[in-house]
């Protein structure tokens, strides 16, 4: 059964949801996110995909102590990015209480050095960001593009080990409509080996049975969650 991981983001320690990845049209739904991540353990979840936007838009981490908070007053298993960007950085996360880092743009940008922690902590310590647009990735919190193909990204890190990887459809993140499902085939059918994990647009549970049928191993949820659309008492018919 698909895996449901809900998503907080967080800017100036709040809990936020931007639309279309634009930091000028976020919406404020928690200043307390650790009271939110409670209610989602509370629903018997046992993921947790925390962002820190302000760190993945400086470039370095900005709201640790959330991690701290949250990792601290659950049993979460938590995969934890934004702003990580030396061995400081993700030796900080795991001792804050992640289970997992997210790297996205460091991935793109500096590839050697994201290969030197794949050997050091494992591949599986990881879990690989492919924000995309049109098919290419973006970085720094959506607000830079590059010409690097979806797929292409991928195959590069399949081959040095790493399966575990979340894409986000930024042109579909927090519209309510509907998960890229003919994206994440098109990835799935390219690559046997990834382990994937939808993110954006999903807002019902027939979008996650969708993304369950086409072979998704995971699906982040955010706004759906916050807006009332997807109840977490739905969401406990997906707990195992």
Not at 40 to 48: I, P
Not at 122 to 133: C, P, R, S, T, W
């Amino acid at each position: 059964m698909i895996e449901i991981i809900p998503a907080i983001d967080i800017i100036n320690g709040n809990c936020v949801r931007l639309t279309k990845g634009d930091f000028n049209a976020k919406t404020i739904y928690n200043e307390d996110p650790t009271e939110i991540a409670k209610q989602f353990q509370d629903a018997g979840l046992k993921r947790l995909h925390l962002v820190d936007l302000d760190g993945a838009r400086s470039g370095s981490i900005q709201n640790l102590k959330v991690l701290e908070s949250i990792a601290s007053a659950t049993e979460l298993i938590v995969d934890f990015g934004g702003g990580i960007s030396k061995i400081g950085d993700v030796n900080d996360a795991f001792n804050a209480g992640a289970s997992l880092i997210t790297v996205g743009s460091l991935a793109v940008k500096n590839k050697e050095l994201f290969i030197e922690w794949l050997a050091q902590f494992g591949a599986e310590k990881f879990l690989l960001g492919a924000d995309v647009k049109n098919n290419n990735i973006l970085i720094k919190g959506w607000t830079e593009s590059t010409n690097i193909n979806i797929h292409a990204f991928i195959d590069s890190y399949t081959k040095e080990g790493v399966i575990n990887i979340f894409c986000t459809d930024i042109s579909k993140d927090g519209m309510l409509e509907g998960p890229s499902v003919e994206l994440y085939k098109s990835i799935l059918a390219k690559n046997k080996l990834v382990q994937l994990i939808a993110s954006g647009g999903v807002t019902s549970c027939k979008d996650i049975d969708m993304l369950d049928e086409i072979g998704c191993k995971g699906v982040i949820i955010g706004k759906a969650i916050y807006e009332g659309l997807i109840t977490l008492e739905e969401l406990k018919h997906y707990v195992d």
